[in-house]
């Protein structure tokens, strides 16, 4: 690996910024499952839907999630399968002795 530039060492922090927060650590783990909206999802993490929503914003701005509205509903889901991977290797991470 080539070593990186200031600005990927910023997106890198950043994108560490947003899986710290236990909040967004459990919706993004219930996106693993697919496509939600804010309704399941803040059922799900045992959250009011307007603080959902406004990690839902976070998330999505930082790319790590992104939506697609059928009809009256949005659905969010993952950005793409490196979420998936960095989540489940951290969780390597952590059970490894």
Do not use: C, W
């Not at 919706?27 to 929503?53: C, D, Y």
């Not at 930082?62 to 509205?69: A, D, G, M, T, V």
């Amino acid at each position: 690996m080539s070593t990186p530039q200031p600005e990927e060492i910023q997106q890198v922090t950043q994108m560490f910024k947003m899986l710290s927060d236990p909040t967004r650590l459990k919706i993004l783990l219930s996106l693993q499952e697919g496509e939600r909206n804010v309704t399941s999802i803040a059922g799900e993490v045992h959250m009011e839907q307007s603080a959902v929503s406004h990690q839902l914003k976070l998330l999505k701005d930082n790319r790590i999630i992104k939506s697609e509205r059928q009809g009256k509903t949005i659905l969010y889901s993952l950005d793409d399968k490196h979420v998936v991977d960095i989540l489940q290797k951290t969780f390597e991470h952590i059970h490894h002795r």
